[in-house]
């Protein structure tokens, strides 16, 4: 080991991305139009940038790197395929030093996993499962790099990096891992291997964490822990991930602890600055600086987002032929769709994008149960509104036109990957799978004026509309549920007048409730959704239902205007956030008296909803 002495300091450098979602390109395959919040292509000139300002440095990545967009489809429909992945390949030429595993690593099958990883010149770490069958996964890694001090001398430093992953993955995945994997709790496994790394010579630790950062200091859960993480005896770092957020959201501003989470999709760098100095009891942690660099900016009169970065042309030649053959899988013609189908008010209002997908489900499950135990239940269809703003942006809306349907148009309306299931549930269990996704919106109470609509870190996806019941949602009353699912309000009931042709729902009435995968067993405190209720289960992905639906020239439904509603709350307001595309469109919600108030800084068009 070489040592420039005591008192000798090195600015160790960490560069990180997290859920890339294999966008590698600033290109959206299921909208099939530029998108310049997002790619590999663009990060990469942020990182060479980076790299020539600090000689020391390293590169990481934070988990779902291999799937989420059109790219990780198409690899995954391809399996296995004949060349090697091109996220793969790109990580390669960037140089990584090692990467953690996100949930969605396992959304299309382990085999697909380690087909890919197979041709990864970086290591994969995780510190907190046990699988049976990725030995290519290492518990914990000690890198050994030479470094150079402030006078330029070389001396040697030993990093150890463990990686952690929440555990609701084995619920999330559990097609995937069930019977394959163990895991441990997140943080007790994380203190663990840090003071192993330790004792073997770790002069620093870092922890690449696939969780988020709670910023609401609600119910602890490991999807939303990695302050806590960063606290840990041993860990002298942190580059957390998995919700999507930008942390800390001001660059300029120095940040109590060293931790961050550079964005989604390759929206941003994250750039995490070390001071070391050299002591008798090895290297000491001086300061700590952090900075998230953008790929792309908003301008602040049209809320557009335009580059301002360039793409790398190494990286976008690997792109070039699977681009080819994504775009003319993306263009082939399904059928034709009478009426446009978006989601800007889908919230807030019945959305005919949304009620496609549950004519589509109603459909395929009255086939599947034909000549079963459960042929004559009453059908009904769960569906969550996935591209409905939030973190992802003015942009993250779906907005099809009528006319021509197409396979890409599938993906845009139900971008997930979850394949097709159903439950058997009760009139009960209905009320509280209604009540758990009601809690998204926010309590009005009496005389409020422009509450929030929304609970912002309330995902959209877990706010399910149920068609073939009829209800109203009484917008008064508290949310029974928080944002992960654990009941807060046990007395809370915000679902009133809830109908199934024309008749109350009774509390031991029995329904078939389709829905998808990513609700099995009990998956984010829905009801009626454990292993007995499953009563049907199929590797076909939701989109495809959708397709199939299309293709056979079935009626696509229009916004069903009396499917449920808030109750009138009158004198009392809130603000809603949309697209600005909406605009166009605001006849659709004219029963809330809309007034549009402008853009916000983030893009998004407001208005005020009189209730």
Known sequence: MRSAGFGARVVL?????????????AWDYFTQQAAHGRGLSRIASLVTKARAEVKNTLLFDN???????GLGDFMAQSHPAPYPHPMIEAMNLLGYDAATIGNHEFSHGLDHLRHAMKDANFPLVN???????????????????????????????????????????????????????????????????????????????????????????????????????????GIDAVVAGHSHQVFPEDSQKQTACPLMLPGFFGSHLGVLDLTLQQTAEGWQKLSHSVDLRPIAARDPQSGRLAPIVADTPSILRLAHDTDAQ???????????TPHRLHSYFATIASSAAIALIGAAQTRALQQALMGTPHQNLPILSAVAPFKAGGRGGPENYTDIPAGLFRHHHAADLYMHPNSFSAFRVTG???????????????????????????????PSFNCDMVFGVNYTIDLSQPQMFDTHGTVVNPAARRITDLRFQGQIVQPDQVFALASNSYRLGGQAGFAGTSAEHVIYS???????????????????????????????????????HTSPHAAELIDEIAHFNPISLGMDVDGFLRFRLHL
Request: hydrophobic content about 40%; aromatic content about 6%.
């Open 13 to 25: 450098r960490i560069l990180a991305t997290t859920d890339l979602h294999s966008c590698l390109i």
């Open 63 to 69: 988990g779902d790197f291999l799937n989420g967009s």
């Open 127 to 233: 510190s907190n499962y046990h699988f049976q069958d990725l030995d290519f996964v290492s518990t914990s890694l000690m890198l050994e790099r030479q470094v150079y001090d402030q006078n330029g001398q070389p001396c040697d430093i030993k990093i150890g990096v463990l990686g952690l992953l929440p555990g609701q993955t084995m619920k999330w995945e559990a097609e995937h891992l069930r019977g394959r994997a163990v895991a441990h709790a997140m943080l007790e496994q994380a203190a663990t291997t840090a003071q192993t790394l330790r004792s073997q010579g770790a002069d620093l630790v870092i922890a690449l964490a696939h969780t988020g950062i709670d910023l609401s200091n609600g119910v602890q859960s490991e999807e939303c822990c990695a302050q806590d993480v960063v606290t840990l005896a």
């Open 326 to 336: 994504i775009t003319a899988q993306a263009d082939r013609i399904v059928g034709i």
């Open 428 to 458: 009960a269990e209905l009320t509280l799978w209604l009540e758990r996704s009601v809690s998204k919106y926010s309590q009005i109470l009496p005389n409020s004026q422009d509450v929030m609509m929304h609970n912002p870190s309330f």
């Open 538 to 576: 199929s590797p076909l992905l939701v989109q495809d239902v959708v397709r199939k639906y299309i293709a056979a020239g079935h009626l696509v439904p229009k916004a069903q205007l009396n499917h449920w509603r808030f109750t009138a709350l009158p004198g009392r307001s809130a603000l809603f």
